[in-house]
C-alpha cells in the first residue's frame, strides 16, 4: 500500500521522466537542425554534435547591386586619397558580385592602364589650378566623367587627389577649350577665355566687372555652380561684390557634392569659401556637418569591415559610435539588429540545451537576456515560459 509520501515520490518520478522525454525530443530537434536565420546556408545534419559557425546575418547587403555599389563606393574613396591596392581590392570584390559592373570596369581599367596607353596618341592642353578645384570636377568638366580623377591623377604623377595646391599646372587630355573662360594655358604664353571679342577681367577693368558678375550670376541661378566658380576666380575677386556671390556659390557647390556624396571635395570647398570669409557662421556649420559626415562614413566603413572580419564586438562598437553622431542611420541601425539577431540565436539554442538538462533557473536567465535584446522572440518566450511552469511545478511536488 502507497503512503501519501511515496505517491508524491512517485508522482515526481514519472513527472521527471516525462519531462526529460519531451525536453529530450526538443533538444534533439533543436541541435540537429540549428535555427540558424537569415543566413542563406544550410547547416548538414550529419554532424548535431558540431555547433554552426557564427555568421553575421546582414538584411541590409542582401542585394548584390547594393553590395557591389559599396565596394566601388570604397574604391573611390580610397582612390581619392591615393590608395590605389585598396581600389583594387574592392574594385576586384564589386566584380565577383557583379562582373558586368561597368562603373567598376572603368575604375579598374584606370588602375590597370598607363595613361599614355588610356589616352593614346590625343593632344593634351595644360590647367592652372584654382581655389576649389577638383580633379573630379576638372574630369567631370574636359573627359565627360568624374571618375576618371584617378587616370588624369595618375597622368599628372598626382599620388594623393585629395591634395592639390591652386596655381598647379596640370595637363588634360583632348582638345584646349575655344570658348569656356576657364584658366587653361595652351601654349604657354596666353589663356584660353583672354580672346578680344571676351570681357576683360574682374578688376582689370572697372566696366569689364559687371558682365562677368552678371554671368556667373546667371549660372548660379541655373545651378550650374561649378561654371559660375570659374568664372569668378579666372576673373579675379578683388571686389565685394565677387567674394560675396563666389563665397554663396561655394555654399550651393558644397551642397551639391555632399548630395553626391563627395565629402572631400565638399569639405576642400568650404575651406576655400571660409578662406575668404573666416567669421561666416552659416559656412562654419556647413563645414562641420561635412565633417560630420565624412567621420559618419568612416565609422560606417569600419563597422562593416569588423562584420566582415566576423569581429561582432568590434562592429557594434562602431556602430553605436556612429550612432552618437547620427541616431538615424538606418544601415547602421539594421546591422546592429542583424549582429543581435545572430547572437540571440546562438543564446537560444544554449538556453534550449540548459533546458533539456533540466538547469531551469539558468536556462531562464538565458532567455531573460535573449528578451531584452529581441522582445518579440517567439520560441524564447514560450520556452521561458514553460521552464517557468516547470519549475513552478516541480518546487509544488518537492
Same mark, same amino acid.
Given at each position: 500500500?502507497?503512503?501519501?509520501?511515496?505517491?508524491?515520490?512517485?508522482?515526481?518520478?514519472?513527472?521527471?521522466?516525462?519531462?526529460?522525454?519531451?525536453?529530450?525530443?526538443?533538444?534533439?530537434?533543436?541541435?540537429?537542425?540549428?535555427?540558424?536565420?537569415?543566413?542563406?546556408?544550410?547547416?548538414?545534419?550529419?554532424?548535431?554534435?558540431?555547433?554552426?559557425?557564427?555568421?553575421?546575418?546582414?538584411?541590409?547587403?542582401?542585394?548584390?547591386?547594393?553590395?557591389?555599389?559599396?565596394?566601388?563606393?570604397?574604391?573611390?574613396?580610397?582612390?581619392?586619397?591615393?590608395?590605389?591596392?585598396?581600389?583594387?581590392?574592392?574594385?576586384?570584390?564589386?566584380?565577383?558580385?557583379?562582373?558586368?559592373?561597368?562603373?567598376?570596369?572603368?575604375?579598374?581599367?584606370?588602375?590597370?592602364?598607363?595613361?599614355?596607353?588610356?589616352?593614346?596618341?590625343?593632344?593634351?592642353? @595644360?590647367?592652372?589650378?584654382?581655389? %576649389? *578645384?577638383?580633379? +573630379?570636377?576638372?574630369?567631370? =568638366?574636359?573627359? #565627360?566623367? &568624374?571618375?576618371?580623377?584617378?587616370?588624369?591623377?595618375?597622368?599628372?604623377?598626382?599620388?594623393?587627389?585629395?591634395?592639390?595646391?591652386?596655381?598647379?599646372?596640370?595637363?588634360?587630355?583632348?582638345?584646349?577649350?575655344?570658348? @569656356?573662360?576657364?584658366?587653361?594655358? %595652351? *601654349?604657354?604664353? +596666353?589663356?584660353?577665355?583672354? =580672346?578680344?571679342? #571676351?570681357? &576683360?577681367?574682374?578688376?582689370?577693368?572697372?566696366?569689364?566687372?559687371?558682365?562677368?558678375?552678371?554671368?556667373?550670376?546667371?549660372?548660379?541661378?541655373?545651378?550650374?555652380?561649378?561654371?559660375?566658380?570659374?568664372?569668378?576666380?579666372?576673373?579675379?575677386?578683388d571686389s565685394g561684390d565677387a567674394r560675396e556671390l563666389l563665397v554663396l556659390v561655394y555654399g550651393k557647390y558644397a551642397e551639391e557634392l555632399v548630395q553626391n556624396e563627395n565629402l572631400i571635395d565638399a569639405q576642400s570647398v568650404l575651406e576655400s569659401a571660409l578662406s575668404i570669409q573666416p567669421g561666416n557662421d552659416k559656412l562654419k556649420k556647413q563645414l562641420r556637418q561635412v565633417e560630420k559626415q565624412r567621420e559618419v562614413t568612416r565609422l560606417y566603413k569600419a563597422g562593416t569591415e569588423y562584420m566582415v572580419a566576423g569581429d561582432s564586438d568590434k562592429a557594434l562598437e562602431a556602430f553605436y559610435a556612429l550612432l552618437k553622431?547620427?541616431?538615424?542611420?538606418?544601415?547602421?541601425?539594421?546591422?546592429?539588429?542583424?549582429?543581435?539577431?545572430?547572437?540571440?540565436?546562438?543564446?537560444?539554442?544554449?538556453?534550449?540545451?540548459?533546458?533539456?538538462?533540466?538547469?531551469?533557473?539558468?536556462?531562464?536567465?538565458?532567455?531573460?537576456?535573449?528578451?531584452?535584446?529581441?522582445?518579440?522572440?517567439?520560441?524564447?518566450?514560450?520556452?521561458?515560459?514553460?521552464?517557468?511552469?516547470?519549475?513552478?511545478?516541480?518546487?509544488?511536488?518537492?
Open positions: 500500500m502507497y503512503t501519501a509520501q511515496k505517491v508524491r515520490a512517485l508522482l515526481r518520478t514519472r513527472l521527471r521522466i516525462g519531462v526529460m522525454q519531451i525536453a529530450l525530443c526538443v533538444l534533439v530537434s533543436c541541435v540537429a537542425v540549428p535555427p540558424v536565420q537569415n543566413t542563406g546556408s544550410a547547416v548538414s545534419s550529419a554532424s548535431p554534435s558540431k555547433a554552426p559557425p557564427v555568421v553575421v546575418a546582414n538584411p541590409a547587403l542582401a542585394n548584390s547591386e547594393r553590395v557591389a555599389r559599396e565596394h566601388i563606393q570604397k574604391a573611390v574613396s580610397a582612390l581619392q586619397v591615393g590608395q590605389e591596392a585598396n581600389a583594387k581590392t574592392e574594385l576586384d570584390a564589386a566584380l565577383r558580385i557583379d562582373p558586368e559592373n561597368k562603373m567598376a570596369r572603368s575604375l579598374l581599367a584606370q588602375i590597370l592602364t598607363e595613361p599614355a596607353k588610356y589616352f593614346g596618341s590625343q593632344e593634351a592642353f @595644360a590647367y592652372t589650378l584654382q581655389a %576649389g *578645384d577638383t580633379l +573630379s570636377g576638372i574630369a567631370q =568638366r574636359f573627359l #565627360d566623367e &568624374p571618375l576618371k580623377f584617378h587616370i588624369l591623377a595618375k597622368f599628372n604623377g598626382i599620388t594623393d587627389p585629395s591634395r592639390l595646391e591652386p596655381g598647379l599646372t596640370i595637363r588634360v587630355p583632348g582638345k584646349k577649350p575655344g570658348n @569656356a573662360p576657364v584658366s587653361v594655358v %595652351g *601654349d604657354g604664353s +596666353s589663356r584660353a577665355g583672354s =580672346r578680344g571679342d #571676351d570681357p &576683360p577681367r574682374v578688376g582689370s577693368a572697372r566696366g569689364g566687372e559687371e558682365p562677368r558678375a552678371q554671368r556667373a550670376r546667371r549660372l548660379y541661378d541655373a545651378g550650374k555652380y561649378q561654371q559660375a566658380i570659374e568664372i569668378l576666380q579666372g576673373a579675379g575677386t553622431r547620427d541616431p538615424k542611420h538606418e544601415a547602421a541601425l539594421q546591422h546592429i539588429a542583424s549582429i543581435n539577431e545572430s547572437a540571440v540565436e546562438i543564446m537560444h539554442r544554449d538556453a534550449m540545451v540548459e533546458y533539456g538538462k533540466q538547469n531551469l533557473d539558468k536556462a531562464i536567465a538565458i532567455w531573460d537576456r535573449v528578451l531584452v535584446l529581441l522582445p518579440e522572440h517567439a520560441s524564447a518566450k514560450l520556452y521561458r515560459a514553460r521552464a517557468v511552469d516547470l519549475k513552478s511545478r516541480l518546487q509544488k511536488l518537492e
